[in-house]
């Protein structure tokens, strides 16, 4: 049977956004969803693909004749990306690959280069001419994650809570930012645990916007987070790519507010993305891309 319809899926913590394109790649559909990273179930995943299909106007008699690539988050774990694969329902191919390999074929079209991804998590990818790939980070909140959103609300409510109990921050008697986490989680032990208790990434995220409004309103503390955050980025780019030969793209919703505390080196390699990971999840559906080892089905 002739394959009619390619679908590239971009699924993380956040959200899940897809589009369907012909053979020769006109656009035929698109759709938004709830969170698909494999991290909170593989279930819950394809119900969200499901969802994002339905928008997109690609109906289960469909499937048949489509291919479908996704570029999620949480595909490093052998046994979801197995289980993944074997509840899919009924596409001619399935191709999958993490969310970082989807936002670097985006960013490059296809092409070898390199992407970090700055939003609730961070984590960078590589595609080099021999067609290897390298990924840096990834590993999730909280072991990992660094220079994220997640990252920046867990250091600044973290601090925020220290000096609740009287320990010592910088600066002395803490600043605005000190003074907003307490506005925006609480100012009692009992509403901060509350909070607190068993929160996820995409929760402290939330806290991020907070930091950068502050930042470049010149509180300290936020200026002295962002700076952090900043360094752990120009640590992930210098891990990517030691030599610093592949074009460079960052993208997320951190990938501008960060820029001004990125080391001037690795910013003026920076240009700017081609497109996005479904873009690069669409080109791994029409087999113009290279895939990860572990991506066919």
Known sequence: MAIRIHIGVDGGATGT??????????????????????TLGVDPAWAQIRIALD????AGTDYADAVLACGLAGTGN??????????????????????AHATTLGAHGGRPGAAIAL?????????????????VGGWGFPVGDEGSGAWLGLRALGEALQLLDGRE?????????????????????AELLSWTYQ?????????????VRLAEQGDPAAMRLMREAGREVDRLARALDPDG??????????AAPLRPYMDPAITARLRPPLGDARDGAVLLARFLAPGEAWSDQ
């Open 17 to 38: 956004r897809l589009r369907a394109v012909d053979p020769d790649g006109r656009v035929l559909g698109e759709g938004t969803a709830g969170p698909s990273s494999l």
């Open 55 to 58: 928008a997109a106007g690609i």
């Open 78 to 99: 052998p046994a979801k990306r197995a289980e993944f694969r074997a509840k899919a329902p009924g596409f001619a191919r399935l191709r999958l690959c993490s969310d």
């Open 119 to 135: 939003g609730t998590g961070t984590v960078g990818s590589a595609i080099f001419a021999d067609g290897t790939t390298r990924q």
């Open 169 to 189: 921050v910088d600066p002395p008697g803490g600043s605005a930012l000190h003074r907003a986490m307490f506005e925006a989680c609480g100012a009692t032990a």
């Open 199 to 211: 929160a996820p990434s995409t929760k402290y995220a939330t806290l991020a916007p907070v930091v």
């Open 245 to 254: 030969a592949l074009p460079f793209c960052a993208g997320g919703s951190l």
